[in-house]
């Protein structure tokens, strides 16, 4: 809701503000619908002073898809402490949880790796590498070799996560465990595929004595 006045920031508290009323619009509408016109009227400056800040409506745009992205990033860090099954449950349920509280916002950053735009593509991108690192990480660390297959499968899977949260954590009342057990299952299968030898693949010979 518009605060009707303009209140004094610093340039970078202002920058930064504008940024948040972006994010919090995606709640409410996707993120091609979001305007310098309303993000100007919600924090009580000129439309002028958004564009100074950001130079375009994509410019704006930008940086709320880079806001929005680190967000959901950071409160699905991996806790390194932690040892990599139980690493990955608890990644996992963080993960279901910040797409349960922040649905909209999660949604719009899924959908919008179909964006006209190729930077905030390449915002949206970045994300899925970042969580395709994270999860090889622990994998390997579980013994699995990285292979160019292996990488094509959780990168594979890190889609497949991405549609179960769209479709189970938002359209779903299922239990948040029973999400974090199957989104378990799926990566631990999609990896040993990857590293199984295919039925009917003759073995090594042997040579020597």
Do not use: C
């Amino acid at each position: 809701m518009a605060t009707g006045r303009r209140t004094r920031l610093r340039p970078e508290e202002r920058r930064n503000q504008l940024v948040a009323l972006g994010v919090a619009t995606l709640a409410d509408r996707p993120l091609a619908e979001v305007t310098v016109e309303e993000i100007a009227a919600e924090a009580g400056v000129s439309t002028g002073l958004v564009y100074y800040y950001f130079g375009s409506k994509n410019g704006l745009h930008h940086e709320i898809v880079r806001r929005a992205r680190d967000s959901m990033l950071h409160a699905s860090e991996p806790r390194p402490e932690l040892p990599p099954i139980e690493r990955l449950r608890d990644t996992l349920a963080r993960l279901v949880q910040y797409v349960r509280e922040h649905g909209p916002t999660f949604y719009s950053l899924v959908r919008g790796a179909a964006s006209g735009d190729e930077e905030v593509r390449g915002v949206i991108e970045g994300a899925r590498r970042e969580q395709t690192e994270r999860a090889l990480a622990g994998m390997v660390e579980l013994g699995t070799p990285d292979t160019p297959l292996v990488r094509i499968a959780v990168r594979s899977w890190v889609a497949f996560a991405e549609q179960t949260l769209v479709d189970g954590a938002l359209g779903t009342d299922l239990p948040a465990g029973e999400l974090v057990a199957f989104l378990e299952r799926s990566l631990l299968g999609a990896v040993a595929a990857a590293s199984a030898t295919p039925a009917g693949t003759p073995e090594p010979a042997v040579t020597g004595a």
